[in-house]
């Protein structure tokens, strides 16, 4: 006896349904990543939104200063560039504002030492002077990979703060609030960067800072705390 | 704890360096050294030695292809072959030649290091192609002056590791970036200093060697200089051989070479 012909309907129905559905799963698949791309950057922005403050308050005297970025004559190189800003002379703010008109670049673009979308989510000035300065992913994703660049990256912000903020003697920076091991597989972020020859009484220092491992622990647990709060 | 600790890294390397020195590692299939924990440490007293192994580290592998190039060009797979012409130019001075990859894979910072940290009389060089850079030119970079390291009954920490090495260091990338600056017009006559990761855990004579770049239009640009830079990595090696002395535990910064 044969079997019912809606039988044979039903099986064939069923397998255009799965032929439809192996062919669509590779599109599906790519509009599911692209809204959890979506997603985090949305998270991702919120939080520039809530963390990042006030450029510039206009009623701050402006003073020159002096940003660091690529040289043009030589390539490897940093040049100081003066600028006018209004800047606060509280060097949290001050700090900020300087390290914001860094990421926001020269006017030639290729002169830039950080990459265009990065930003400064976060800075501190610890009570020994170490300045924590907490980046965006960016930071570290978008960069140029190479010695030489991410060399250029970080001692463009540490000239740029030795000349503009003197209360910030050493640097730490934090990618997303995390101590990474690198910036991008070549500089080592796990230490602190010199940023000023002197210490806190303004005597010379002769032996380059030690790094983060080896802070002093009341140190060692204000970093923690710190990235305790930025991670929040 | 401590203790302990150190008496386990004390063990390790003196098994790791009494097996390099009973069969003298072959350089097609070296043995995988175990990597210590951030926080282990290394035996700083060794005896003054000649140099005879020299640990090539192309950078990268695996999952991590370093810096990409227009023309698809990545820095892990041209980094490779690097290494291998280095490792000839090297091999007709002499020297053994260890590679801490040969194929697309990833150790870790600490496995790279580990393979150089195991062996007597050896140095480290890592090899980096950038992505930006002058094209055609090399820069070498040692890691920064670093204060020493306190002397805890002959046992230095493994992340402080280069220090008592700083100043071979600099000696071996001196003679390095002269003989590269002689083959890459544009490259620097002096090396250069930086805090390169890699750097940092190795127990040795360590350079970083840079190569501008993945950026470059044709392929070929590139691939045409690793005769050139092998030749003066084995040439600058050489110079350095005469030089090396492994400096004992009291001397950080190598002050007890000659």
Redesign the interface.
């Known amino acids: 006896m044969n079997p019912p012909q809606w039988r044979y309907w039903f099986a064939g129905a069923l397998l255009v349904a799965v032929i439809i559905a192996a062919l669509s799963f590779p599109g599906l698949r790519r509009q599911v990543n692209k809204a959890r791309e979506i997603t985090e950057k949305t998270a991702e922005q919120a939080r520039r939104e809530l963390l990042t403050p006030v450029l510039v308050n206009t009623g701050d005297p402006k003073v020159k200063v002096k940003m660091f970025w690529g040289s043009r004559s030589q390539q490897g190189t940093l040049d100081a560039v003066i600028a006018e800003l209004p800047l606060s002379s509280d060097p949290v703010l001050r700090s900020k504002q300087v390290l914001n008109t860094l990421l926001a670049g020269p006017v030639d673009a290729e002169l830039r030492t950080l990459p265009p979308d990065a930003a400064l989510l976060a800075f501190y000035i610890l009570p020994d002077g170490t300045g924590v300065a907490d980046f965006s992913d960016e930071l570290r994703t978008s960069i140029p990979s190479g010695i030489q660049s991410e060399q250029l990256a970080v001692e463009s912000i540490v000239r740029t703060l030795e000349t503009d903020v003197p209360q910030v003697l050493r640097l730490k920076i934090l990618i997303h609030g995390q101590e990474a091991d690198t910036l991008a597989g070549h500089l080592d972020l796990t230490q602190t960067f010199r940023v000023s020859a002197r210490d806190l009484t303004g005597t010379k220092l002769d032996n380059p800072s030690p790094p983060a491992s080896v802070l002093p622990a009341p140190i060692r647990k204000a970093v923690d705390t710190v990235r305790g709060v930025t991670k929040r | 704890m401590f203790g302990t600790l150190a008496a386990a890294a004390l063990l390790s390397l003196a098994i790791a360096r009494a097996a390099s020195q009973q069969s003298p590692a072959s350089s097609a299939a070296p043995a995988k050294v175990p990597a210590p924990s951030a926080n282990a440490s290394l035996v700083s007293s060794m005896q003054p030695t000649g140099l005879n192994v020299v640990v090539l580290d192309p950078?990268?592998g695996g999952t991590?292809p370093?810096?990409?190039g227009t023309e698809g060009i990545s820095?892990s797979n041209e980094v490779l072959q690097f290494a291998w012409a280095t490792k000839r130019a090297l091999e007709a001075q002499g020297f053994q030649v260890l590679l801490t990859r040969e194929g697309n894979d990833n150790p870790s910072?600490d496995d790279r290091s580990a393979r150089a940290n195991a062996q007597r009389g050896g140095v480290f060089i890592t090899l980096?192609?950038?992505?930006?850079?002058?094209s055609s030119t090399a820069?070498v970079?040692v890691d920064?002056?670093?204060?020493a390291p306190p002397n805890t009954i002959g046992l230095i920490r493994w992340?402080?590791a280069q220090v008592p090495f700083l100043s071979l260091s600099r000696k071996l990338g001196d003679l390095v970036q002269q003989e590269l600056a002689k083959r890459f017009k544009g490259s620097p006559n002096t090396l250069?200093t930086?805090?390169?990761?890699?750097l940092?855990t190795t127990a040795a004579p360590a350079i970083?060697v840079?190569i501008?770049?993945v950026s470059v239009q044709n392929r070929a640009e590139l691939e045409n200089m690793a005769p050139g830079v092998a030749e003066a990595i084995a040439r600058g090696v050489a110079a350095f051989r005469p030089l090396y002395v492994v400096p004992s535990n009291s001397a950080p910064g190598g002050s007890a070479q000659p």
């Open positions: 950078a990268h991590d370093g810096a990409r820095e910072f980096h192609i950038a992505s930006t850079g002058l820069r970079y920064p002056d670093s204060p992340d402080r250069q930086a805090p390169v990761r890699q940092r970083a840079e501008s770049s």
